[in-house]
């Protein structure tokens, strides 16, 4: 991806406030001269085609590296705080560096990798001049510094796999759905929302070999909906998905690696279409969405929380898969007083802290850019 996409992307970001989303303040006051000339000369020092500069800070280091790097190297300001870059977006209107901002450190993480910008080619630079980093800024540093990239490649060794999914009789393009299965799938599970399972349901499944169909109301509780599909999940591994979501090609060519691989758990970026089939959601939190989806099973594995349930248990050696997405459907497939319903449920079973709302609108991107890399997985930290 060029790197002009960075600043594409916090230019849509920019332009919405969404939510109540309660941004930690870090202070920023310039330097003293000695550090700051410090701070630039570390920079220049260094032979390499990217400088990333994690805050925007006071201002001043950057316009300093903006000035005194040569060319040939490009200046990346990563910001989560969206006053704060809104503020370095009125210095850089000759844009001199690439502002990539966004209040998520998983989407600025891999915004920069898929961009081909890794800390084997890039100076990574604390600015000095904010006192202090907040959870996302050390989140951010964590994972461009500490994730390790391993090679995805095919293997003849097999694993076991169990596709399992919570469908409802009411879902949309149910056939669509059935036509998404993984085919190295070794046996499919799906529980429908209901006191029986429905025969018209069922019959769209007939071409899956080997299928268990479970009938469970959901009662706007999902970790109780998933744990049962994982109490009738008899394989090694299991990959979970969603009735409105859909397997990437790019996913479907690697689920035969990752299986082959000493893996405990797998998350993979979830692209939300909106507004339309060219279109995700971005920003504060809405990309990439990383979904905990591929997993090895075990005694303590299990859902907790009715809703944005979390998936407890696992083993240690997790892994994030970029390059290679689940599709999110929910905004074709669903009218605005359907999207409404399904937030009123997700209200009812939440704790009172935490409200659903419907924004009027969102900030998108074109998925050419976010289709941006070969399918790569790293190692967590």
Known sequence: MNLSTLSRYSDVVLRYTLGHVQEEKTPSSPLSSRMEDRLVKTALRHNLPHVVVAGFGAGQVVARLAQELPKEVALIVVEWDTNVARQAQIQNTDRAFFLLADTSAMALYCLLIQSGVRPENTLYLDNSEIKGQNKTARTFRRLFLQAKPVPLQASSRSREITFAAIVSPNEPK????????????????????????????????????????????????????????????????????????????????????????????????????????????????????????????????????????????????????????????????????????????????????????????????????????????????
């Open 174 to 381: 149910l056939s669509e759905f059935a036509k998404t299965i993984p085919p190295l799938a070794n046996e499919t599970v799906l529980v429908w929302d209901g006191e029986t399972v429905p025969t018209q349901g069922c019959a769209l499944f007939d071409a899956i070999p080997n299928v268990t169909h479970l009938a469970r109301p959901l009662n706007s509780n999902f970790s109780a909906q998933r744990n049962h599909l994982l109490a009738h999940c008899h394989s090694e591994f299991v990959f979970m998905l969603d009735a409105d979501e859909r397997v990437s090609p790019a996913l479907q060519d690697i689920l035969p690696a990752l299986a082959a691989m000493d893996l405990d758990l797998v998350y993979f970026q979830r692209l939300t279409l909106y507004p339309d089939a060219h279109n995700a959601k971005i920003g504060y939190g809405l990309w990439p969405d990383m979904q905990p989806r591929f997993f090895r099973m075990g005694e303590d594995v299990h859902y907790r929380q009715p809703i944005h349930e979390r998936l407890i248990g696992t083993g240690p050696r997790v892994g994030i898969v970029l390059g290679a997405p689940i599709v999110h459907l929910q905004s074709l497939l669903k009218d605005q007083s359907a999207l409404a319903d399904k937030l009123r449920g997700f209200n009812e079973a939440a704790p009172a802290h935490l409200r659903h709302q419907l924004s009027e609108a969102y900030p998108s991107f074109p998925l050419a850019d976010l289709f941006i890399s070969p399918p790569s997985l790293y190692l967590l930290p």
